[in-house]
Nanobody
Framework: QVQLVESGGGLVQAGGSLRLSCAAS????????MGWFRQAPGKEREFVAA????????DYSDSVKGRFTISRDNAKRMLYLQMNSLEFEDTAVYYC?????????????????WGQGTQVTVNS
């Protein structure tokens, strides 16, 4: 069984920063892709960022590129999302997700495991 637990969400003013964390437990993640997605009220879940667990290649949505950074600590089995220059439009529930394979995609349906989500609210 795989468990993903997000933390670090909260309320922040526009222009501020937050760092989300995702703790992975259960099976090993030595060759799995992981990603961050978000879902705002009334909208579909959308891709934010992804990376391979080994190798470190990354991908970002155009809306967050240059502002958000995905990273990981393999020894601690942690995935992070550093969010800078936050905008009102970044308000959403943010989810950590993992695939059973090494290559990331932008489609949430390709991900096998999900955390419970953490709320990020940006005041304009």
């Amino acid at each position: 069984q795989v468990q993903l637990v997000e933390s670090g969400g909260g309320l922040v003013q526009a222009g501020g920063s937050l760092r989300l964390s995702c703790a992975a437990s259960g099976r090993t993640f030595s060759s799995n892709a992981m990603g961050w997605f978000r879902q705002a009220p009334g909208k579909e879940r959308e891709f934010v960022a992804a990376m391979r667990w080994i190798g470190g290649s990354t991908d970002y949505s155009d809306s967050v590129k240059g502002r958000f950074t995905i990273s990981r600590d393999n020894a601690k089995r942690m995935l992070y999302l550093q969010m800078n220059s936050l905008e009102f439009e970044d308000t959403a529930v943010y989810y950590c997700a993992a695939r059973n394979v090494a290559f990331y995609t932008r489609n949430p349906r390709d991900y096998n495991y999900w955390g419970q989500g953490t709320q990020v609210t940006v005041n304009s």
